[in-house]
Each structure stands twice: as C-alpha cells, then as structure tokens.
C-alpha cells in the first residue's frame, strides 16, 4: 500500500500542476470497472484434482508458484482510466498483495485493456513484477504434473486524471497457484 499510496499522490500532484499553470482539470470518473479475463503462460492439458479433491478441468490456466508465469487480466470500463492498481487476494487465507500500473501516457477511454505481469519463483499469489496495459499474447505452455496449494482472486481498481478512485471488481473465479513438474 505504500507505494500505491506514492503512486497516488504523484498522480494528484501532477493534477494540481495542471490546473496551477492555468489548464482545467476535469476528470472523467472511472466507472463500471470489471474483470472480463485472465490467463496466464501455463495451462491444464488433462483434469487434475486439487488438495481438496475437487476437480480442475482441463484447460484451466493457473500460477506454476515454483517457474516464473506471465499472467494478462483484461479489464472493461468506461471513463477516463489514468492508472490501474490490481489486488491479489489468497482464498483461504484473505491475504492481499497490492500492485500499481504505471501510470498511462494517456488517459484510456477505449472501455477496454489488457494488463500483463510475471509472477517471479515462489512468491505466488501474494507478490508479482511490473506491467502495463498492452494488447500483447502469452505463450501457452500445457502442463499436466501439477499439485495445487492454493487459489488467489484478482482485484481491480481504476483512477482518473484527478486521481478518483473507481468501484472494486473481483475475478469471477479464483486461480489455482500450483507447484508445476518441469
């Protein structure tokens, strides 16, 4: 929260430069935020069952917690979306981790955008590296040898111009973290 908290008041700083030097500064409010989709570089190639012994179908993608994984999360929105900060919450444990987006070179008002990040070795689901808003693709890598210890949710917040904070949306479903055989 720390750097979010830096991350934040940068942003409203910079708004009041603006409106000092005689430029108006209106903000477009962030509104209905959500979650449209995640995915990440590893993939499920057949059912595997979890350490409660419910089954994950195959297909599923999931956080490999012991390999580095890249994971996107697509967001919908209206308004003028200035900057981006992404939750991860631990199912079990509702332990979070608070991540912040670089603040964009523009306000996006598109209604849509794709975040993208690495999880680094081992520190899933509760730490992860930087990103931006891009449109790029992962490469899928299928996996079967897996063993879940976990589930993370991914939250998501959004901030205008003047540094306006928009509602919170929650992924509709958690991500297995797994510890993946190479």
Do not use: H
């Not at 449209?36 to 350490?51: E, F, H, I, K």
């Not at 308004?79 to 900060?85: K, S, V």
């Not at 996006?108 to 808003?133: D, H, I, K």
């Amino acid at each position: 929260m720390r750097g979010m908290k830096k991350i934040l008041l940068a942003s409203v700083a910079g708004a009041g430069l603006l409106a000092s030097c005689g430029g108006v500064l209106t903000a477009d409010p962030v509104t209905n935020l959500a979650v449209s989709s995640y995915s990440t570089d590893w993939q499920l190639n057949s059912d595997v069952r979890d350490q409660n012994g419910q089954v994950i179908p195959k297909g599923t993608y999931l956080i490999c917690d012991n390999k580095n994984t890249k994971m996107q999360v697509g967001v919908t929105f209206q308004g003028g979306l200035q900057q981006l900060a992404l939750q991860f919450k631990g199912y079990n444990t509702g332990t979070t981790k608070t991540v912040a987006t670089n603040p964009l070179n523009a306000t996006n008002s598109s209604g849509s955008g794709t975040y993208e990040y690495t999880f680094g070795p081992n520190t899933a689901p509760l730490s992860v590296g930087g990103g931006n808003l891009s449109a790029q693709a992962i490469i899928v890598n299928p996996i079967t040898n897996v063993t879940v210890k976990g589930y993370t949710y991914v939250r998501v917040q959004g901030y205008d111009l003047a540094g306006n904070a928009s509602n919170v949306a929650t992924s509709p479903t958690a991500i297995p973290v797994a510890d993946c055989a190479s």
